[in-house]
């Protein structure tokens, strides 16, 4: 019987050697039979294997728990996500004149940060300087992760836009902790008094734009300088308030103070960092990382690799990506969605398919991420049968009901021309964001429905939606379309004066062409000159294309002038011009513009188009005559010009 003792004792002081649940429940039966003053020790254990049915069936058990015994508890609560349970036990340890130590309060003001209750979190915070463990590395790594996380966030928006995190706080969390144990009501006594409390705070700091971020950066700062004694974890919970308040230089900085106190960055400092050195598409500082994480092991870390994917995509350095992820021995979800973003951001759409393709060969189930990086391979190369096997792939599968994955089927529908299955993918839609609205808007405007783009940009407004500078090019798109520049020039000052959106230079491009296309070609001029600044040549070409329409050579030299003090090799324009000339018969200045436009002809690759007709894909190049049918296509062509030609006789007649 002793020697039973005497192991019960060695391990419940050593509890790291009892590894599952059967072993913990072995001894519970043993201390019960021999030790029944040790059940309560019993507690740490069954919290240290997040065994959370046991953990309340034991701490109900016991008539005055010790300090030990409410830190396992609230630590049982907090690893299982019951957070308001773990808040819950926390105030009525208080209200028994219990003080908490350091082994609590990380639990406690993690359970702060999930549930965004920020009053209370700094009623802990004023606890901890009060019992003077203000300095303890692990409440100060708790409470930097709070405050860096929290103040990103209001009182309204938090309480009152998250109703599903209310319900399941309130109702189904509980109902869950009831089903493995009935008699587990006394935990939540002073249930409703934590959530009263917290639901009811209103000094949450508004979050509204980039300096209320850095001036609540500026606290955490001070927290984290208050501390003595700093850690990785102290240092990567900064990094990471840093960057998710697009604060990249100081988040830069402070990986560097971190060197300086010799604590080398790990896995979690890495991944922080590299989305910010893409953003800066600093290729070089971006290498220095890859090289630090070779040196240290981390290059087969999944979230590093798909950092230095995305890193290296954003600099067109695809290659190396590709080198990146055929070096690793496993590829994960994470990983092939990398790089198939990776591919299609640089144009490489058919690759972006291959890749997609060997990562189900491969067994990877996708994930919705995934079809939002495939999906726009299909737009782009307007490969209709790809995208509907995609579109069925997703309907089996049940990812249809998300909202990305439904915008990226709606543009590239509209992209392949198909407005009809863009129509009925956005119908059946539940929930439609911006992105969605957008895109069926521009389908529409793209394919000759103006008057149904404009009807659902004002559905869109009618349901609260703010359009943003890209939702007013698609209605300026299909206002130049169909030539309804009253209406245009309504969306444009709707725009400017009612959004306060400032005008870009797509804006102006719609509103010059759409001018343009009406004959009033001094009212385009005058608009484009009126511009701040960014005058590219995509702004000045489709003026200068209606120039050609309606033959005015003093306004079309007048461009091209504008267009060659910034971009003085611009093929387009030099073409445009010359075509001018030879409309009005002034074949001698066509020649002369023809001569200069042969100088930079070798420099410009020839532009290249394609068709699909059933299952064969048939391109044509500038200038080239190689295909098979070239003959018949001329003859076609001729066809077709001379139907033109008596349209355009009968209309001006």
């Not at 996500?81 to 028994?96: G, I, P, T």
């Not at 869109?460 to 943003?468: I, K, S, T, V």
């Not at 018969?585 to 020839?606: C, E, Q, T, W």
Request: charged share 20%; proline share 3%; with cysteine.
């Amino acid at each position: 019987m002793e020697s039973i003792q005497t192991t019960i004792k060695t391990l419940i002081n050593t509890p790291i050697q009892i590894k599952s649940k059967s072993q913990a429940k072995q001894i519970h039966a043993q201390i019960i039979k021999t030790l029944p003053t040790f059940t309560s020790n019993l507690l740490s254990i069954y919290s240290k294997l997040n065994l959370l049915p046991e953990s309340i069936t034991l701490f109900n058990t016991l008539h005055s728990p010790s300090i030990h015994n409410w830190k396992s508890i609230i630590k049982c609560y907090t690893s299982n996500a019951y957070f308001l349970e773990s808040l819950n036990c926390f105030v009525k340890m208080r209200a028994m004149g219990i003080y908490p130590d350091h082994n609590v309060f990380p639990s406690v003001l993690k359970s702060c940060t999930q549930l965004m209750f920020f009053k209370f979190g700094e009623s802990v915070h004023g606890l901890v300087i009060r019992v003077g463990l203000e300095f303890d590395v692990f409440t100060g790594n708790a409470l930097l992760s709070m405050y860096s996380k929290l103040q990103r966030f209001s009182a309204h928006q938090v309480f009152d836009e998250s109703p599903e995190r209310k319900t399941v706080v309130q109702n189904g969390q509980n109902e869950r902790v009831l089903k493995h144990d009935n008699n587990t009501n006394s935990n939540f006594k002073s249930y409703n008094e934590v959530s009263y409390n917290c639901r009811n705070s209103s000094t949450l700091n508004q979050m509204s734009n980039q300096d209320q971020g850095n001036v609540q950066m500026q606290n955490v700062r001070k927290v984290f300088e208050t501390m003595p004694e700093r850690d990785v974890v102290s240092y990567n919970t900064l990094i990471l308030g840093y960057a998710q308040n697009s604060m990249y230089d100081e988040a830069m900085m402070t990986t560097r103070e971190m060197g300086d106190a010799k604590l080398k960055p790990d896995a979690f400092t890495l991944s922080n960092v590299l989305p910010i050195v893409a953003e800066y598409m600093d290729v070089w500082k971006g290498k220095e990382i890859h090289g630090y994480g070779i040196r240290h092991g981390f290059e087969q870390n999944g979230f590093i690799a798909s950092g230095l994917i995305d890193l290296y995509a954003n600099c067109k350095m695809v290659e190396d990506s590709y080198r990146l992820f055929c070096s690793l021995p496993e590829k994960d979800c994470v990983s092939w969605c990398s790089m198939i973003a990776a591919c299609v951001q640089n144009g490489l759409f058919d690759e972006g398919l291959r890749l997609f393709r060997q990562m189900l060969r491969a067994n990877i189930k996708p994930v919705p991420i995934s079809f939002s990086s495939v999906i726009p391979a299909c737009a782009h190369l307007t490969t209709l049968p790809l995208g509907q096997q995609l579109h069925g792939y997703i309907i089996r599968h049940r990812f249809d009901d998300n909202v990305f994955i439904s915008s990226s089927l709606v543009n590239m529908y509209a992209k392949c021309g198909n407005i009809k299955l863009a129509k009925c993918v956005f119908d059946r839609m539940t929930q439609r964001d911006l992105v969605s609205w957008t895109a069926m808007i521009m389908g529409c405007a793209s394919h000759g429905y103006a008057h149904d783009a404009i009807v659902l940009f004002k559905q869109m407004e009618m349901e609260d939606l703010r359009p943003n500078s890209v939702a007013f090019v698609a209605a300026l798109t299909a206002c130049s379309h169909a030539g309804m520049v009253n209406e245009g020039l309504t969306f444009f000052n709707h725009m400017v004066k009612h959004y306060k959106i400032t005008p870009e230079f797509e804006h102006y491009a719609c509103m010059a062409d759409l001018l343009g296309r009406a004959g009033k070609l001094e009212d385009a001029f005058g608009l484009i000159c009126s511009m701040p600044e960014n005058k590219t040549a995509s702004v000045w070409l489709p003026l200068l294309a209606a120039c050609r329409v309606h033959k005015n050579v003093e306004l079309a030299e007048k461009v091209v002038m504008q267009i060659s003090e910034f971009d003085s090799d611009n093929v387009g324009a030099y073409v445009l011009l010359s075509n001018i000339y030879f409309s009005v018969g002034r074949y001698k200045d066509a020649a002369n513009v023809r001569r200069i436009l042969s100088k930079y002809m070798n420099k410009k690759k020839p532009a290249c188009s394609w068709i699909r007709i059933g299952e064969k894909v048939h391109a044509f190049i500038a200038g080239d005559e190689s295909h098979s049918n070239y003959d018949c296509i001329i003859n076609a062509l001729d066809i077709l010009f001379g139907h033109i030609e008596k349209e355009y006789l009968i209309i001006c007649e």
